[in-house]
C-alpha cells in the first residue's frame, strides 16, 4: 500500500465520522423541533391571543371625514371649592384663645368682668388696647403675647375679641 492510498483511506474515514455525526445531530434537532412545535399547535389558539393582548394598540388614529364610535358617557364631576375662611366673632375668639388668661388671671390678664382690673387698661384707651392685643405687650401689669398666641387670628378678630372683653368689663 502506498502513502497516498494510506491517506486517503483514513481522510475517507474521518469524513464518513464527520458526516454520521452531522447526521445525527441533525436527526436530533429535528425530533426535538417536531416536539416543541406541537406544544405551541396544541396551544396555539391561546398562545397566539396572548401574544395579541401583550402587543394591542393603545389608542386608535382617526382621519378626518371617518366616523368616531362613540365611547361610553362620562359624568363630569364639578370642582370642589376652597373652603371660605370665616370670621369669627368677639365671644368666639374669646372662648378660643382668650379664655385661658382672661379666664383665671394667668400672668397678670386681667379677668374677664373684673371692673377693678380692666379700669387702669381702659385709662389708656381702647386702641392702646387693641394695639397691644394685636403686636403683644410686655409691662408692669402683665404679658400679653401678640394676637393671644394664636397667630392665625386675623387683626379684625383680635379687635372683635378685645371689645367684647371690654363691654362684658365695664
Not at 474521518?14 to 399547535?41: C, H, N, P, R, W
Not at 394591542?56 to 364631576?77: D, F, I, N, R
Not at 394667668?106 to 381702659?122: K, Q
Not at 379684625?156 to 378685645?162: D, G, S, W
Amino acid at each position: 500500500m502506498s502513502r497516498d492510498q494510506k491517506f486517503f483511506d483514513m481522510y475517507s474515514l474521518v469524513i464518513g465520522v464527520l458526516a454520521a455525526f452531522s447526521l445525527a445531530i441533525f436527526v436530533t434537532v429535528s425530533k426535538i423541533s417536531d416536539m416543541t412545535q406541537e406544544v405551541y399547535v396544541r396551544e396555539g389558539a391561546e398562545y397566539q391571543a396572548s401574544i395579541l393582548e401583550r402587543i394591542k394598540p393603545v389608542g386608535q388614529v382617526y382621519l378626518p371625514g371617518e366616523e368616531v364610535a362613540s365611547a361610553a358617557p362620562t359624568v363630569a364631576t364639578p370642582p370642589v371649592p376652597e373652603p371660605v375662611a370665616t370670621t369669627m366673632s368677639g365671644p368666639q375668639v374669646y372662648n378660643s384663645s382668650c379664655l385661658v388668661c382672661h379666664g383665671a388671671g394667668i400672668g397678670g390678664a386681667p379677668v374677664l368682668g373684673d371692673a377693678d382690673a380692666w379700669s387702669e387698661r381702659l385709662a389708656k384707651g381702647n386702641d392702646m388696647l387693641v394695639q397691644n392685643a394685636i403686636i403683644g405687650f410686655v409691662g408692669d401689669l402683665g404679658a400679653m403675647p401678640a394676637k393671644g398666641g394664636n397667630v392665625a387670628l386675623s387683626d379684625e378678630e383680635v379687635t372683635a375679641a378685645v371689645e367684647y372683653m371690654i363691654a362684658e368689663s365695664q
